[in-house]
């Protein structure tokens, strides 16, 4: 009998270890009960992994959710799915891709300006024929904006705008995203600005000659960190200036979940990964 009390002691403490760490890893649950009626959230890549389950819990508790995707198309799955779910219908997909400043304004102008709708040019007309009546913004207001939306360890790939992909999208693409919002969030106060960063932004290093690597050696973990210690870099300069303004900014580390986030480093489909990590579809 002695002789199995030490290999199932070490057994015991594997299992046990591997159980906490799978709940260090992963974060802790949120005990706020809090619903959102009347409120308007737009969270950026919620069509899956931590986004979604972030648009599927705010519509459980009530508020407008806008799901804003790269891919429409799965957008609009995750809308109709989250609807369904929830019975919450104010659940909307939105076109919107961080790695596109011309996709990001458009978005924003959508969301935040009143403008006129303009007709298309017929066979045979030479201009457009404005309409006289003032369109009102999609949203009248616009109460927590959370870019979550990120890319991870992909290749050197580069933004339609030129900047290397995840400066461009984790990064670049949510500032201008956020500055273009602002008189919406100020105007909405009390309002709020969650930035997803990531405890990898402790290793970042910010390489102001070379941000889009070209110079260097493209290295897929030094960019991300890069990209996200960006990120909280401006979550304190922002909430340093925004003040007395209402509008509050905080940056968090979501906890490590298994989704599509680690396709380029395939420790998302690892065996550790399967057992330590939950899973977010």
Not at 123 to 146: D, F, K, N
Not at 214 to 221: G, L
Not at 238 to 256: D, E, I, Y
Request: net charge positive; proline share 4%; with cysteine.
């Amino acid at each position: 009998m002695n002789r199995y009390i030490l290999p199932l002691s070490a057994l015991g403490t594997a299992v046990g270890g591997a159980v906490l760490l799978k709940d260090f890893v992963a974060g802790g649950a949120c005990p706020s009960k809090t619903t959102i009626p009347g409120k308007t959230v737009i969270v950026t890549g919620a069509n899956t992994g931590i986004g979604k389950q972030t648009a599927l819990e705010l519509a459980r508790r009530g508020g407008t959710i806008i799901l804003a995707c790269r891919d429409l198309e799965k957008c609009e799955a995750a809308a109709k799915e989250i609807r369904g779910e929830t019975l919450n219908h104010r659940v909307n997909a939105r076109h919107l891709d961080l790695a596109s400043l011309k996709s990001i304004r458009e978005f924003a102008a959508k969301i935040s300006e009143a403008g006129c709708i303009i007709t298309p040019v017929t066979e045979g007309e030479t201009e457009s024929h404005i309409c006289p009546h003032p369109c009102l913004p999609e949203e009248e207001r616009v109460h927590i904006l959370i870019n979550n939306a990120a890319v991870m360890r992909c290749p050197h790939w580069t933004t339609e705008d030129g900047f290397e992909m995840q400066l461009g999208v984790n990064y670049l693409g949510h500032f201008l995203l956020t500055n273009l919002l602002l008189d919406k969030l100020k105007a909405s106060a009390p309002s709020r600005i969650i930035n997803l960063s990531s405890l990898a932004h402790v290793a970042g290093h910010i390489d102001f000659e070379d941000l889009n690597w070209e110079k260097r050696k493209y290295d897929t973990k030094a960019a991300y960190c890069q990209s996200k210690l960006a990120v909280v870099l401006f979550t304190k300069e922002l909430s340093r200036r925004l003040q007395g303004t209402g509008v509050t900014v905080n940056a968090l580390h979501p906890g490590v979940a298994r989704t599509e986030l680690g396709r380029h480093t395939g420790m998302h489909s690892s065996t550790f990964s399967s057992f330590t990590l939950d899973h977010r579809p």
